[in-house]
T-cell receptor
Framework: LAKTTQPISMDSYEGQEVNITCSHN???????ITWYQQFPSQGPRFIIQ???TKVTNEVASLFIPADRKSSTLSLPRVSLSDTAVYYC?????????????FGTGTKLQVIP | GAVVSQHPSRVICKSGTSVKIECRSL??????MFWYRQFPKQSLMLMAT?????????EQGVEKDKFLINHASLTLSTLTVTSAHPEDSSFYIC????????????FGPGTRLLVL
């Protein structure tokens, strides 16, 4: 299972764009990169997933360079409700059946 | 999207008793489910993989006789914490894989267990 490394914590003011980078140097050819958001006392919630280049949905963008050894989650114009822990996961995605290992995650604190 | 539920959402029990936590896939079938444990201010730790119709697979260091897992149907997996002790107090989360290729895992809302 590919190991991931993220900053432990980040602070941002409301309205700013936040970029959280995750390193996964030993990512395998068939691995996908998935980001989850977790609020206190709740289960993780899917944000975005990608394999290479750029993926965008209604809440975030995911940038993956050509070597795929890192990825960056971009949250546009964060609000106080985006304060949460963000996890980057790397796993073979054959229908999600592979067990995944959570890293430390990044605790994002949005400041008014 | 797919929904995974857990019951109860929180439970308080006395030391030495057993507690059962249910994980259900509400609108899809799940032959595999995963159980995690999360202590305060820590990340999720995978405990075991629950397989419908067969024995669960436990991660290293997780006591299979203490954390009994039963995956009796395609929509239900249960985790029973036997003879619970205060150190078992934690947040327990289950997940189930998506149904299509490249679909992610769906997590339940979690169960807060407090052992007195």
């Amino acid at each position: 299972l590919a190991k991931t490394t993220q900053p432990i914590s980040m602070d941002s003011y409301e309205g700013q764009e936040v970029n959280i980078t995750c390193s996964h140097n030993n990512i395998a050819t068939n691995d996908y990169i998935t980001w989850y958001q977790q609020f206190p006392s709740q289960g993780p919630r899917f944000i975005i997933q990608g394999y290479k280049t750029k993926v965008t949905n209604e809440v975030a963008s995911l940038f993956i360079p050509a070597d795929r050894k890192s990825s960056t989650l971009s949250l546009p114009r964060v609000s106080l409700s985006d304060t949460a822990v963000y996890y980057c996961l790397v796993a073979l995605n054959s229908g999600g059946y592979q067990k995944v290992t959570f890293g430390t995650g990044t605790k994002l604190q949005v400041i008014p | 999207g797919a929904v995974v539920s857990q019951h109860p959402s929180r439970v308080i029990c006395k030391s030495g008793t057993s507690v059962k936590i249910e994980c259900r896939s509400l609108d899809f079938q799940a032959t595999t489910m995963f159980w995690y444990r999360q202590f305060p201010k820590q990340s999720l730790m995978l405990m075991a993989t629950s397989n419908e119709g067969s024995k669960a697979t436990y991660e290293q260091g997780v006591e299979k006789d203490k954390f009994l897992i039963n995956h009796a149907s395609l929509t239900l997996s249960t985790l029973t914490v036997t003879s619970a002790h205060p150190e078992d107090s934690s947040f327990y989360i289950c997940s189930a894989p998506g149904q299509r290729p490249q679909e992610t895992q769906y997590f339940g809302p979690g169960t807060r267990l407090l052992v007195l």
